[in-house]
């Protein structure tokens, strides 16, 4: 069976939502630990570096761990419903 390749359409709408999530997730956490809406980004010219760098590690780390959670779940459910893992013996992202 080739599901890898069938996986891929699915992986990519995963991959979108997890997106999505992780953004909202992202907007909520910067809200609670600063108190503000809009975090900074790199071109804001009236944040320092700190607040600039902890945005974007918190970010970083919340994309991450979304898009893991979605991958896995996305992978345990074909797994479950077809008996094959999607993914090459190797495993990984590409």
């Known amino acids: ?12 709408a995963m991959g979108w939502a997890s997106g999505a999530i992780a953004s909202l997730a992202f907007r909520k ?12 980004d ?3 010219r009236d ?4 607040e600039i760098l902890l945005a974007a590690a918190v970010q970083g780390a919340l994309f991450a761990v979304v898009r893991s959670a979605v991958d896995r779940t996305g992978a ?7 008996g094959v893992w999607p993914a090459d013996d190797q495993g990984g992202r590409d």
Do not use: V
């Open 76 to 82: 345990k459910a074909i797994e479950r419903s077809t």
């Open 29 to 40: 956490t910067w809200m609670a630990l600063r108190h503000e809406e809009d975090a900074p």
């Open 47 to 50: 944040r320092g570096w700190g």
């Open 1 to 12: 069976m080739k599901l890898p390749l069938a996986y891929k359409p699915l992986g990519f």
């Open 42 to 44: 790199a071109l804001d």
